[in-house]
């Protein structure tokens, strides 16, 4: 799943340390969320969207399937 939460953070002028005390997760959790390692949970997903005024669908970005033409 793409994301764009790097991008929202450095605009912002954040690091990955600020964002995750902000957030109450480890700046490692901010750094594996932005290169895709790891998917947030829906409650994080949420706090973060909130965090940045964004919806979750603008945040996040499911890739299409060739399978499912989504």
């Known amino acids: 799943m793409r994301n764009s939460v790097r991008e ?5 002028g954040l690091s990955q340390g600020q964002l995750g005390t902000a957030l109450g997760v480890s700046r490692q959790t901010i750094n594996a969320i932005e290169t895709e390692r790891y998917t947030p949970s829906l409650p994080l997903a949420l706090s973060m969207a909130k965090f940045f005024k964004v919806s979750v669908e603008e945040m996040f970005h499911a890739e299409e399937s060739p399978a499912d033409g989504r």
């Not at 929202?8 to 912002?12: D, E, I, P, Q, Y």
């Open 8 to 12: 929202l953070r450095t605009s912002r």
